[in-house]
């Protein structure tokens, strides 16, 4: 076999479990459910598993360079159970391949976890060089192959988590769209429901501009008419509230990776709107109990206010500033925008308020109230054509 046909053939070993990882996440995405970690998990440990087992060298006598795409691929995603997991399974496969040197072995993959730690993007740069390092070492010897063994894994490596890196950015981008036109078709609800309620409430006040308490008849005529409409009105109230109850399901999760997920997937709208993105959402898993579809329809619901209030501006910029307390951690959200009126600040929070032409004034009300479910605190601060803060305060989980 050609060295690229089994280049070829290792690529797409590498590949087929992440295909399935991404048509699982499309599927999520359409019916509007949290992303599963486990598959995830399955996915790259299955990808190992047909590395190991139909995975072919490059060269004879050298090592599979490959094994370690997987663990790269959980560094990118900072999964560090993984990252420990697939680190076990290289040093046991590399140290079935020489039979000596464990401890050499196992300084080399505890150096990769270092240098994450320091900088994803350095160990990325660095992992092909220190790869081919350690297999000249261990091998006691400097070849070619060995060489361009490494060149080829830094060239896989980065084609695969580029192709994981693009796929994942479509579905976002269009989980997004999909959501914003969601959204549109609710509004234009809204509309509708408040037509509808306006005509019956209308019929009623015209029959009681006319009542006549010296004409009885009139009046028996009169009120079942008035009594039908205001049944109506009754029945368009109660389904518009079973549409829009808040249902709060709290799970343990960590809010940074969370807030990770919402910019990683705003990224797309960002750009197309030459949005520039500031944040400082530590890697550090932080944890709180809250419900992560709820919290997700909260941010997203900020960040596309901000987008809207950058529209006329030049040099759009949006800030995401993370600040970790003694019980609570605090979310800052800031853009550059044209800002809120002291008038309107003040009345924000209030259900059907906007002055939006086509708003509902639902947004933030029921931003509001999600984050109130949470024991948290939502709060805005604004200056006209200066900027605007949104700061949610939520409550860390205590540690047991």
Do not use: W
């Given at each position: 076999m050609k060295i690229y046909d089994l280049a070829l053939l290792n690529l797409i070993l590498l590949v087929i479990p992440l295909m399935i990882y991404l048509l699982y996440t499309a599927y999520n995405n359409i019916l509007d459910k949290k992303e599963n970690n486990l598959i995830f998990n399955i996915c790259l440990f299955s990808e190992c598993y047909l590395i190991i087992k139909y995975g072919i060298s490059l060269y004879k006598n050298i090592p599979l360079f490959i094994?370690?795409?997987?663990?790269?691929?959980?560094?990118?995603?900072?999964?560090?159970?993984?990252?420990?997991?697939?680190?076990?399974?290289?040093?046991?496969?590399?140290?079935?391949?020489?039979?000596?040197?464990?401890?050499?072995?196992?300084?080399?993959?505890?150096?990769?976890?270092?240098?994450?730690?320091?900088?994803?993007?350095?160990?990325t740069t660095l992992f092909p060089t220190i790869k081919c390092l350690s297999i000249i070492l261990l091998s006691k010897s400097l070849s070619l192959e060995i060489i361009s063994g490494g060149i080829i894994l830094f060239l896989l490596s980065s084609l695969t988590i580029y192709l994981l890196e693009k796929g994942e950015e479509k579905l976002d981008f269009n989980y997004n769209y999909q959501k914003i036109k969601k959204e549109s078709k609710i509004k234009k609800s809204l509309f509708q429901i408040t037509?509808?309620?306006k005509n019956p409430i209308?019929?009623?006040?015209?029959?009681?501009?006319?009542?006549?308490?010296?004409?009885?008849?009139?009046?028996?005529?009169?009120?079942?008419?008035?009594?039908?409409?205001?049944?109506?009105?009754?029945?368009?109230?109660?389904?518009?509230?079973?549409?829009?109850?808040?249902?709060?399901?709290?799970?343990?999760?960590?809010?940074n990776f969370l807030l990770e997920e919402v910019t990683n997937n705003m990224k797309m709208l960002f750009k197309n709107q030459n949005?520039?993105?500031?944040?400082?959402?530590?890697?550090?898993?932080?944890?709180?109990?809250?419900?992560?579809?709820?919290?997700?329809?909260?941010?997203?619901?900020?960040?596309k206010n901000s987008i809207e209030a950058l529209e006329d501006k030049n040099n759009k910029k949006?800030?995401?500033?993370?600040?970790?307390?003694?019980?609570?951690?605090?979310?800052?959200?800031?853009?550059?925008?044209?800002?809120?009126?002291?008038?309107?600040?003040?009345?924000?929070?209030?259900?059907?308020?906007?002055?939006?032409?086509?708003?509902?004034?639902?947004?933030?009300?029921?931003?509001?109230?999600?984050?109130?479910?949470?024991?948290?605190?939502?709060?805005?601060?604004?200056?006209?054509?200066?900027y605007t803060a949104v700061t949610v305060k939520l409550p860390l989980e205590k540690a047991i």
């Open positions: 094994i370690n795409i997987p663990l790269l691929i959980a560094y990118y995603k900072n999964k560090k159970s993984l990252i420990i997991y697939i680190s076990i399974i290289c040093i046991y496969y590399y140290f079935n391949y020489y039979s000596i040197h464990l401890s050499f072995i196992i300084f080399e993959y505890l150096l990769y976890f270092f240098l994450f730690i320091i900088d994803k993007k350095l160990l037509h509808e309620i209308a019929v009623c006040k015209g029959y009681l501009d006319m009542y006549d308490p010296n004409n009885p008849e009139k009046i028996k005529k009169n009120i079942p008419v008035i009594k039908e409409e205001i049944e109506r009105t009754l029945i368009l109230l109660e389904d518009f509230l079973e549409m829009n109850t808040q249902k709060i399901n709290k799970e343990i999760l960590d809010i949005i520039k993105l500031e944040s400082n959402i530590p890697e550090d898993e932080v944890y709180i109990n809250a419900d992560y579809n709820r919290l997700t329809q909260v941010f997203i619901n900020i960040f949006i800030m995401v500033m993370v600040d970790k307390k003694e019980d609570i951690i605090q979310i800052k959200i800031i853009d550059n925008g044209i800002g809120i009126p002291k008038n309107i600040i003040e009345k924000i929070k209030e259900p059907f308020y906007t002055t939006k032409q086509k708003g509902t004034g639902l947004g933030v009300s029921l931003s509001n109230e999600i984050i109130k479910a949470h024991g948290g605190t939502i709060n805005y601060e604004s200056k006209e054509n200066d």
